[in-house]
């Protein structure tokens, strides 16, 4: 990679240019574009119905936009599938969180390493995890065994590392949205997409979430944020970009946009209506 | 890598071979064959759980891949000459070439549609078993030729034996990869395969692999079919024997290695039990009749034990 390659990935990670999105008669996302540069938290306000979700869903590849591109650091992500995007470098969590019943917390993270393991991607043809794995050779046994052991790590500096041994169906619900996040973290994206991570959640895992988001933004993440708590996504945010009937009506920083008149304009009229 | 056995799966794989080989000497032949028969099901069945119970799929065209298996390994010993040891390797190879093939169309599908296309895909190499004269077309296969160790052509008893030592090499891999980082990551796609592959898992991928090595379990388990009953036709691979495949994935566990086994043994002790009762009670009742039978004894066991026989024994942890 030459000087000027890296240079334009570090200055803008994730690029989302006129991107629209058609469900029927119902135009969910109209032209939007923005960008995300590493190492910011990228608030996405909006009010209900707003196109928030949607706009994940485009760019994570579970839904391809009708029109418009997403890249990354150049490289087009529109039409990837999902484990594609992720491989990539692009991972997410879910409004619902989404748990793997049948593993533990500690397991559920090595997941997440495995495909770290193999180049972002799982699996790598069968002569390199599937055969190796049947046949307990003494290498796969050793690499799991410092899967279990880097999970455990994870889980130390997320602060669950109480947890490793949990079955995934005993958590509670804030727990879950904290494995969800940490196991997002395990597969160390360059952009994070967080479908409201704060809901639901008692104000001590609020912190405990905040501080993981902040920490992701230090070692360089990019993170973009979708939350229907304005005040914690503002307290949060470098910048924000506030949409509203799959517009972008706004883009700037907490102040700046808590400020704009059309903003609040769109917030008191959703209540309104 | 050490020889002996490092899961439990394995350590009690090598007592159960223990215990058959030693009763094969005490059973009478009527038995021996009836353990033979589960052995060979259960090879199947064990493949099929990674796929079904593992991975969260379904497959209700398990019994091709055996007829594959079966056929392969018969065209290459009687045209060919062909030892059934090498044929055996033949019939799980092209069972896994022919799995890897059908995947790219059926596991794009899911739940009730991939269990649709398995089904059909089933149902058209039946036919394709029917009308290919080369391969004896509907009259099937005679004079398959047996196993053999140098002098020795294996008899009844060792066909038990060996299918058996086929189980116990089958549930140790199996053990061995529900285990690792392979095994967890079909879990994590039979869980939440959206969430999966958010953290970069190719679900597609993985699915096909399974599938793949599940058709290899059934192809071998399929030549030694072959070669056991020295004849084979169509019949002996269609729907049904699919069915019955899913229903020993389910009744014994679905996430349970030993519940594949536990299920194929009740299966077939079911099918000899109907088989000798359903004709005494019901005179008018033909062949077909104990499905029946079976289909009910599935519902009670989904609706007292959903998680299947072995449900509740430990195996892994939280099964």
Request: overall charge neutral.
């Amino acid at each position: 990679m030459t000087a000027a390659t890296t240079a334009a990935l570090t200055a803008t990670t994730l690029d989302v240019r006129g991107v629209s999105m058609r469900f029927g008669g119902v135009l969910a996302l109209d032209d939007v574009t923005f960008t995300a540069r590493t190492g910011e938290v990228l608030g996405v306000m909006g009010p209900n119905g707003a196109g928030k979700t949607t706009l994940f869903n485009v760019i994570s590849g579970v839904q391809r936009p009708t029109a418009g591109t997403v890249s990354l650091g150049g490289v087009p992500l529109t039409g990837c599938p999902v484990d594609r995007v992720a491989s990539l470098g692009v991972t997410r969590t879910f409004q619902t969180p989404v748990m793997f019943w049948g593993l533990t917390v500690r397991e559920s993270i090595a997941v997440a390493l495995a495909a770290r393991e193999f180049g972002g991607s799982y699996p790598p043809p069968p002569l390199r995890a599937l055969l190796p794995a049947g046949f307990g050779t003494p290498g796969r046994r050793r690499a799991d065994a410092v899967l279990n052991d880097r999970a455990d790590a994870l889980l130390a500096s997320a602060g669950l590392a109480h947890m490793g041994d949990r079955a995934t169906e005993s958590l509670a619900f804030g727990e879950e949205r904290l494995l969800e996040l940490a196991r997002a973290l395990a597969v160390e994206p360059v952009v994070l997409l967080l479908d409201e991570p704060l809901s639901g959640l008692n104000p001590d895992e609020v912190a405990d979430v905040l501080t993981l988001v902040r920490a992701a933004r230090t070692a360089g993440v990019a993170v973009l944020l979708v939350e229907h708590a304005v005040g914690e996504l503002l307290s949060v945010a470098d910048r924000v970009v506030v949409l509203d009937h799959g517009r972008k009506i706004a883009e700037g920083t907490p102040s700046d946009v808590a400020a704009d008149p059309i903003v609040i304009d769109a917030y008191i009229g959703d209540e309104l209506e | 890598m050490s020889f002996a056995p490092q899961n439990a799966y394995g350590r009690v794989a090598l007592i159960v071979l223990a215990v058959v080989a030693a009763a094969v000497w005490f059973l009478p032949a009527y038995y021996t064959g009836l353990l033979t028969l589960i052995g060979i099901y259960s090879l199947v069945t064990i493949g099929l759980n990674l796929f079904m119970g593992y991975a969260g799929q379904v497959s209700l065209g398990q019994a091709a891949f055996v007829g594959i298996g079966a056929y392969t390994s018969a065209v290459l010993a009687v045209y060919l000459h062909v030892t059934p040891w090498l044929g055996a390797a033949g019939g799980a190879a092209v069972a896994a070439l022919v799995a890897y093939v059908l995947s790219f169309v059926a596991l794009r599908l899911r739940e009730n549609l991939l269990a649709l296309a398995t089904l059909a895909l089933g149902i058209v190499i039946n036919v394709v078993f029917n009308e290919w004269e080369f391969i004896g077309g509907s009259s099937g296969f005679k004079d398959i030729p047996g196993f053999k160790l140098g002098a020795f052509t294996f008899d009844p008893r060792a066909y038990a034996i060996l299918s058996w030592a086929l189980v116990a090499v089958g549930i140790w891999f199996a053990g061995n990869l529900v285990r690792s980082s392979f095994g967890r990551t079909l879990i994590a796609i039979s869980a939440g395969e959206l969430g999966a592959q958010a953290l970069g898992v190719d679900a597609e991928k993985l699915k096909r692999q399974t599938f793949v090595l599940s058709a290899v379990y059934a192809g071998i388990a399929g030549a030694v079919y072959a070669s056991y009953q020295s004849y084979i036709d169509p019949s002996s691979f269609g729907f049904l024997l699919s069915v019955n495949f899913v229903l020993m994935s389910v009744i014994g566990g679905l996430r349970s290695l030993w519940g594949a086994v536990i299920g194929a043994a009740i299966v077939v002790a079911l099918g000899q039990i109907l088989q000798a009762v359903v004709p005494v009670v019901l005179p008018s009742a033909r062949g077909d009749f104990q499905q029946f039978f079976l289909g009910a004894v599935l519902i009670a066991i989904l609706i007292l034990l959903p998680r299947g026989l072995a449900g509740r024994v430990s195996e892994g942890g939280r099964a």
